[in-house]
């Protein structure tokens, strides 16, 4: 199957800008979900086709994309920001009906 | 409201089965296709298996196949997971989550059953 590379760890500071990564050839072909996870619960839906944001979500959420590689941009990080984030997409490998997460990205907002 | 809700989970031993179940409810649910996606313990979220809306297209991550079955009951508003010959790495929470086909995303998740497969 295909895979997705995430970086493990990123920090930024209160009401800063940060972007979180992700890389893989199923890109090319899908378009980047990102999911995050806080402690102790499930994962929520926050980015989808691209730029779109499920009600609910704020607008300092936003994505991006070019060639193999996805970003979630979060414009002004909030302390409950601070999450696991993980990017998906459909598997380009072959697998007819399959998905593909990246290893995640361990957001400190500091 | 949309809800999902896992239950079957437990501990068993290597080679042992399980049965995982979803009830669904607060949308129609033979509308959408249904993955199970599980979580190691202090690990990522791993895509197991999907099905569509009706069962007639399945997939499978390649280290289930052939040892995990996937299906639904829209009768019932059920998505299942069968699980043989459990290996210790299979131990995980394992969620459901709704399929939306337009996006391609995960728009709903359950809260997870855990599986805990050790001797």
């Known amino acids: 199957s295909s895979e997705l590379t995430q970086d493990p760890a990123v920090s930024v500071a209160l009401g800063q800008t940060v972007r979180i990564t992700c890389q893989g050839h199923?890109?090319?072909?899908?378009?980047a979900t990102w999911y995050q996870q806080k402690s102790g619960q499930a994962p929520v839906l926050v980015i989808y086709?691209?730029?779109n944001r499920p009600s609910g979500i704020p607008d300092r959420f936003s994505g991006s994309s070019s060639g193999s590689t996805a970003s979630l941009t979060i414009t002004g990080a909030q302390a409950e920001d601070e999450a696991d984030y993980y990017c998906?997409?459909?598997?380009?490998?072959?697998?007819?009906?399959?998905?593909?997460f990246g290893g995640g990205t361990k957001l400190t907002v500091l | 409201e949309v809800q999902l809700v896992e239950s079957g989970g437990g501990v068993v031993r290597p080679g042992g089965s399980l049965r995982l179940s979803c009830a669904a409810s607060?949308?129609?649910?033979?509308?959408?296709?249904m993955s199970w996606v599980r979580q190691a313990p202090g690990k990522g979220l791993e895509w197991v298996s999907g099905?569509?809306?009706?069962?007639?297209?399945?997939g499978y991550v390649g280290s289930v196949k052939g040892r995990f079955t996937i299906s639904r009951d829209n009768a019932k508003n059920s998505l299942y997971l069968q699980m043989n010959s459990l290996r210790a790495e299979d131990t995980a929470l394992y969620h459901c989550?709704?399929?939306?086909?337009?996006?391609?995303?995960?728009?709903?998740w359950g809260q997870g059953t855990l599986v805990t497969v050790s001797s």
């Open positions: 099905i569509n809306w009706n069962g007639g297209t399945t």
């Open positions: 998906c997409c459909r598997d380009s490998s072959g697998n007819h009906l399959g998905w593909v």
């Open positions: 199923s890109l090319r072909s899908y378009f």
């Open positions: 989550a709704r399929r939306d086909s337009s996006w391609e995303n995960f728009d709903y």
């Open positions: 607060g949308f129609t649910f033979d509308d959408y296709g």
């Open positions: 086709g691209q730029n």
